[in-house]
């Protein structure tokens, strides 16, 4: 445990990356073998689940100090991190005589602590405040408060591991892929020659596009070097064919197979050793179906034939990272693709597999009408990939990228502010808007996003300085701000107000030469649903 937070202070006093590196390398040379695979899970962001409730936190460090529940707060407040507030709270003295544990120990205790009674968890917790000093407590804090965060990417975690290791980035960064435990395996079992042969579930790190932001001539040069197809609105995902089973993976790194029952049959007709990169859509008679009914599917626990048939599912396949059991990310996009359009050729396949269309322009600002009207396509826009392109890991501009259609927005009103949490948990930013209904102001999104830190600050007085009402965190206030929200679809719902639920809202900029009086309407809304 010891290392770890010596690790963790380490990175957090540094933003240079090959400091970064050298630490996490110098751990992994220096840690237990176990320690290593926990530590290796945190820093890819797997954070173990919140093993007691943030109330009995706030609670017990209160009996322990014997502060005031309302000064726990204040001071909460102020802080703006529960971690940090506990661990300066808790105090800075180590007993040099208390056992210690290590990273290993440490997290398995915490699995255990979801299964002990509150009397049990409260004893095991403020012991351990008592016994170790604040960087500790700190570190501690945020594993049990399920908000562990270190300050390096997956991208740093796995060139650090491919110089201790000794291996390529892409092999490790494929070894790491999806959730696995670190009670049962080791480094050899996650990193060894046969590891990819004995795990057939085991998907490609996903490659992503880069926005793209100006005019493509001034920064992908001719049209003619690139591949332009449609940005379909579905779930990225892979779809794996070995030793005669199917396996489902999204790009949130979760086995999804049992939500996606129509590939089921894939494992009879792709040859084993088949990785397909695509978008899994909702498709009935020939069309593309709203996002929002697609996700009424994948939201339930168990699906009927009911569900199947009202919104069938089909994936529009980009890519191909595996054919006949063989790697071809290293490969040309347009070879890859060749092989692709060779294994889609058989008719018994196409009715859950399609191979995504290229677009064809002359020039770019074909491209870019297209882009304008890209919703009359059932599509967000346009994803440009280099024809001679190999298959990357992560986010790398350059090669990918996608351009997407405008958002539509709205002028709204702000009704409701409430605060943010962690370091802005004594800011008002997170907002709810409305539109006018006749003369009523109808709420219909909440937004998070799109100010500038100075405009937080100013709207922040403002909400204090114009309150009407206080619902616990929430705060009423004078309906008189006015915001353009920027989103990427509309849909109907019965759970709103309004009457539609926007995907993907945020603030687009915030209209102050405009009136209350003058934002848009309910009907606004229904016009563009």
């Given at each position: 445990m010891?290392?770890?937070?010596?690790?963790?202070?380490?990175?957090d006093?540094?933003?240079?990356?090959?400091?970064?590196?050298?630490?996490?390398?110098?751990?992994?040379?220096?840690?237990?073998?176990?320690?290593?695979?926990?530590?290796?899970?945190?820093?890819?962001?797997?954070?173990?689940?919140?093993?007691v409730k943030?109330?009995?936190?706030?609670?017990?460090?209160?009996?322990?100090?014997?502060?005031?529940?309302?000064?726990?707060?204040?001071?909460?407040?102020?802080?703006?991190?529960?971690?940090?507030?506990?661990?300066?709270?808790a105090?800075?003295?180590?007993?040099?005589e208390?056992?210690?544990?290590?990273?290993?120990?440490?997290?398995?205790?915490?699995?255990?602590?979801?299964?002990?009674?509150p009397?049990?968890?409260?004893a095991?917790?403020?012991?351990?405040?008592?016994?170790?000093?604040?960087?500790?407590?700190?570190?501690?804090?945020?594993?049990?408060?399920?908000?562990?965060?270190?300050g390096?990417?997956?991208?740093?975690?796995?060139?650090?591991?491919?110089?201790?290791?000794?291996?390529?980035?892409?092999a490790?960064?494929?070894?790491?892929?999806?959730?696995?435990?670190?009670?049962?395996?080791?480094?050899?079992s996650?990193?060894?020659?046969?590891?990819v042969?004995?795990k057939?579930?085991?998907?490609?790190?996903?490659?992503?596009?880069y926005?793209?932001?100006?005019t493509?001539?001034?920064?992908?040069?001719p049209?003619?070097?690139w591949?332009?197809?449609?940005?379909?609105?579905?779930?990225?995902?892979?779809?794996?064919?070995?030793n005669?089973?199917?396996?489902?993976?999204?790009?949130?790194?979760?086995?999804?197979?049992?939500?996606?029952?129509?590939?089921?049959?894939?494992?009879?007709?792709?040859?084993?050793?088949?990785?397909?990169?695509?978008?899994?859509?909702?498709?009935?008679?020939?069309?593309v179906l709203?996002?929002?009914q697609m996700?009424?599917?994948?939201?339930?626990?168990?699906?009927?034939?009911?569900h199947?048939?009202e919104?069938?599912?089909?994936?529009?396949?980009?890519?191909?990272?595996?054919?006949?059991?063989?790697?071809?990310?290293?490969?040309?996009?347009?070879e890859?693709?060749?092989?692709?359009?060779?294994?889609?050729?058989?008719?018994?396949?196409?009715s859950?597999?399609?191979?995504?269309?290229?677009?064809?322009?002359?020039?770019?600002?074909?491209?870019?009408?297209?882009?304008?009207?890209?919703?009359?396509?059932?599509?967000?826009?346009?994803?440009?990939?280099?024809?001679?392109?190999?298959?990357?890991?992560?986010?790398?501009?350059?090669n990918?990228?996608?351009?997407k259609?405008?958002?539509?927005?709205?002028?709204?009103?702000?009704?409701?502010?409430?605060?943010?949490?962690?370091?802005?948990?004594?800011?008002?930013?997170?907002?709810?808007?409305?539109?006018?209904?006749?003369?009523?102001?109808v709420p219909?999104?909440?937004?998070?996003s799109?100010?500038t830190?100075?405009?937080?600050?100013?709207?922040?007085?403002?909400?204090?300085?114009?309150?009407?009402?206080?619902f616990?965190?929430?705060?009423?206030v004078?309906?008189?701000?006015?915001?353009?929200?920027a989103?990427?679809?509309?849909q109907?719902?019965?759970?709103?107000?309004?009457?539609?639920?926007?995907?993907?809202?945020?603030?687009?900029?915030?209209?102050?030469?405009?009136?209350?009086?003058?934002?848009?309407?309910?009907e606004?809304?229904?016009t563009?649903?």
């Amino acid at each position: 445990m010891k290392d770890f937070v010596t690790l963790f202070q380490e990175i957090d006093a540094t933003t240079k990356t090959n400091a970064k590196i050298a630490a996490l390398v110098t751990y992994f040379q220096n840690a237990a073998p176990q320690d290593r695979l926990w530590a290796i899970t945190l820093l890819m962001g797997n954070r173990p689940r919140r093993p007691v409730k943030t109330t009995d936190l706030r609670a017990w460090v209160a009996a322990i100090t014997d502060l005031p529940l309302w000064l726990i707060e204040e001071s909460y407040y102020i802080v703006g991190d529960l971690a940090e507030t506990l661990a300066l709270l808790a105090g800075d003295q180590e007993n040099t005589e208390a056992p210690v544990l290590t990273l290993t120990e440490l997290l398995q205790a915490l699995q255990q602590l979801a299964g002990l009674n509150p009397e049990e968890q409260q004893a095991f917790i403020t012991r351990f405040w008592m016994d170790h000093r604040g960087e500790d407590n700190f570190v501690f804090n945020k594993l049990i408060t399920g908000n562990f965060r270190m300050g390096v990417s997956k991208q740093l975690v796995i060139k650090a591991l491919a110089q201790y290791i000794g291996q390529d980035e892409k092999a490790i960064a494929h070894r790491l892929m999806g959730k696995w435990d670190p009670a049962a395996e080791t480094l050899e079992s996650l990193f060894g020659d046969r590891t990819v042969e004995n795990k057939a579930y085991l998907p490609y790190p996903f490659f992503l596009a880069y926005p793209l932001e100006g005019t493509p001539e001034a920064i992908l040069g001719p049209i003619t070097d690139w591949y332009l197809e449609k940005k379909f609105d579905g779930i990225r995902g892979q779809i794996i064919v070995r030793n005669h089973q199917v396996f489902v993976w999204s790009r949130g790194e979760e086995l999804v197979t049992d939500k996606f029952p129509e590939f089921d049959r894939l494992q009879d007709l792709l040859p084993n050793g088949t990785v397909i990169d695509g978008e899994i859509i909702p498709w009935k008679d020939g069309q593309v179906l709203p996002f929002a009914q697609m996700q009424t599917r994948i939201g339930r626990k168990k699906l009927t034939p009911k569900h199947l048939s009202e919104v069938p599912l089909i994936m529009i396949c980009y890519d191909l990272l595996e054919y006949n059991g063989e790697d071809i990310r290293s490969k040309t996009l347009e070879e890859r693709r060749l092989l692709l359009t060779t294994l889609l050729a058989l008719p018994s396949v196409n009715s859950v597999l399609q191979l995504s269309h290229l677009l064809e322009f002359d020039h770019w600002e074909e491209a870019a009408q297209f882009r304008a009207r890209a919703r009359d396509f059932f599509c967000e826009g346009i994803m440009i990939k280099r024809i001679s392109s190999v298959y990357e890991t992560g986010r790398r501009r350059g090669n990918w990228w996608k351009w997407k259609t405008a958002p539509m927005t709205v002028d709204a009103v702000l009704i409701y502010a409430q605060s943010g949490s962690g370091r802005r948990s004594n800011l008002f930013t997170d907002y709810t808007f409305a539109v006018w209904d006749g003369d009523q102001l109808v709420p219909f999104t909440k937004a998070y996003s799109g100010l500038t830190d100075k405009e937080i600050l100013r709207l922040d007085r403002w909400v204090k300085t114009h309150t009407i009402e206080k619902f616990g965190p929430v705060r009423s206030v004078q309906p008189e701000l006015v915001f353009e929200i920027a989103f990427e679809g509309i849909q109907e719902s019965k759970r709103h107000k309004s009457g539609v639920a926007l995907r993907f809202p945020r603030i687009l900029r915030w209209r102050e030469d405009k009136p209350a009086t003058e934002a848009n309407t309910k009907e606004d809304l229904r016009t563009l649903l």
